[in-house]
């Protein structure tokens, strides 16, 4: 009487990875694990100045020369 319902359960736990699986499989990746952020190029430039690779002036010049 006990094996049933935890036999029952499982068969549905099954089910539903295989049915999770295939999904994932005829999607291709999880989208949402693999989010691509478009960065612009004045975001990659205060990003350099932030982690000091580029000191005020060179980053004042290539701003003005990317147009932000």
Do not use: C
Not at 47 to 62: K, L, V
Request: charged share 25%.
């Amino acid at each position: 009487m006990l094996l049933g319902p935890l036999f029952m359960m499982f068969a549905l736990a099954i089910m539903v990875a295989v049915a999770l699986l295939l999904i994932r499989w005829l999607t291709g990746p999880w989208r949402s694990l693999h989010t691509t952020h478009v960065r612009s190029a004045l975001d990659i430039l205060k990003e350099r100045y932030a982690r000091g690779e580029i000191n005020q002036e060179e980053f004042e010049e290539r701003r003005r020369v990317i147009g932000e």
